[in-house]
């Protein structure tokens, strides 16, 4: 028996992908954690059999029983606050806090691009061609939770610690089985490894 993980967007370049394996003893596993809309056009449903985002509601039961065991729970105040949280996003169809979450990610992804396009091809990140979404029934660009950032100048094998310089954090490239001239970079959390980036390439290298 063959088990295939499917990582799909894949972390961190953000592609779709499916199974490369066939065969009546393979069997894969979806993982669609960052499959959201606001991260990727959505263009078919999620129906494969073993998914991380679990469909057996007999398995959901039993993983939702084990981690409240094993983290003890979490605290009613935690739960009557995320429950407030959620009926007010599900207030008319629901959808209004993820195309604010796209509309947000969306545009960190076009001023990121603009950055990387004033670095002089210091820098390149992954293309993302856009796509159909069946969630927001339209074509739509990239919006990625990472950006899969190079770095183009030969003596720049590594380039995590080029982007240390100007106090910008990422991943090694070798941490997902790519070369270190590889860095990844989250585009979840705020600006400031943006703005970071600008100086490093208005002010230093420029």
Partial sequence: MVVEFVTSPN??????????LDGPFVRKIYDHAYLRPHYTAIPAPVDEDLLVLVKDRQTYENMLQYLGLAEIGISRDTQLRALQILKTLL????????????????????KLND??????????????????CNFFK??????????WLRCEREE???????????NIQGR???????????????RIRNLG???????CCNDWWI
């Fill in 11 to 20: 972390n961190p370049d953000g592609k779709l992908r499916k199974g490369v």
């Fill in 115 to 132: 950055v990387i396009s004033s670095s002089f091809n210091h820098f390149t990140i992954q293309e993302i061609s856009p796509r159909f």
């Fill in 156 to 166: 720049d094998k590594n380039c995590t610690a080029v982007l240390r310089v100007a």
């Fill in 91 to 110: 207030k008319g169809d629901g959808k209004q806090i993820l195309q604010f979450a796209y509309k947000t990610m969306s545009h960190r992804w076009d």
């Fill in 172 to 186: 090694n490239g070798s941490l997902f089985s790519s070369e270190d001239r590889y860095v990844s970079l989250s």
């Fill in 138 to 147: 339209q074509i739509r660009g990239p919006s990625p939770a990472y950006a």
């Fill in 193 to 199: 490894a943006k703005m970071n980036l600008i100086c």
